[in-house]
Each structure stands twice: as structure tokens, then as C-alpha cells.
């Protein structure tokens, strides 16, 4: 499991856990019924406090992503991946939406804005996704 931690994101280091398990969860890369690792082993895998990944682990456990099975661990719950897929979209609408927002009280017109959407989107199309997707990915290009 690969985790990429911002320190100097606005984002709390636990939240930051928190969205990447659901991410990965959503795009199928941690599936229903698999083990994460324990606090010790992915404090230790991404140089945390073992009680930022605990925090970690609560709310996701709260969020009835995780849950425990006794003698076992964490494993990720059968349910979680309709949840997290609603959650990734919902974030990720929401930052999008903050951007384009920011550049049309900047000024700038619609046909700039979708200019520098399509530049961006057409070089990152050219890259590997950090999260491989495991359904097919929508290639429509309106």
C-alpha cells in the first residue's frame, strides 16, 4: 500500500489517510474483505506517529469503511466501496468546483478556463493514474 502525506497541505495528516484509503477503495486498488496493515507497520511504512494512523483508523472505522475483526485486524467492510466512490466524487466535485470558481472571479473568460482545463487534462491523460481504477475508465471526449 502506497500513501503520499502532504505536511504542508491544509489537510490534517490523518484526514489525508483517511481520503487516500477511501480513494483507493473507490478506484478497487484495497478491496471488501482485505486486511490493512496494522498501526505499527504503516506508521512505520510512512514515517507517522503511530497515534496519527489510529486516528486514521477510528474514523474510518467510524464512517463504517473499516471494521475489526477480532484476532485478525482491520479489513475494509463489504459495503464500503459505493460509500467511498460517493465520498471520492463529492470531494473531488467540490475542489474542482473551488478552482474553476477562483479563475471566473479572477476574470478570466470561459473559453481561457476550458482551455486550461483541456491543457491539463490532456497532459495527465498521458501519465499512469496513482490509483489504477479497476472498472473501465469513461474515454468519452465531448
Known sequence: MFFSID???DVAIYLQLVRQVKFAIAAGTIRPGQLLPSVRSLSNQVALNPNTVARAFNQLQADGVIETLRGRGMVVRDDAVQLCRSERESVLN???GA???EAWHAGLAKKQIKTFVDAHLG???ETE???LATAPVD???P
Open 123 to 125: 497532459q495527465l491523460c
Open 129 to 131: 493514474p496513482a490509483v
Open 7 to 9: 505536511v504542508h497541505s
Open 94 to 96: 467540490e475542489r474542482i
Open 139 to 141: 474515454d468519452d471526449d
Open 99 to 101: 478552482v474553476l470558481a
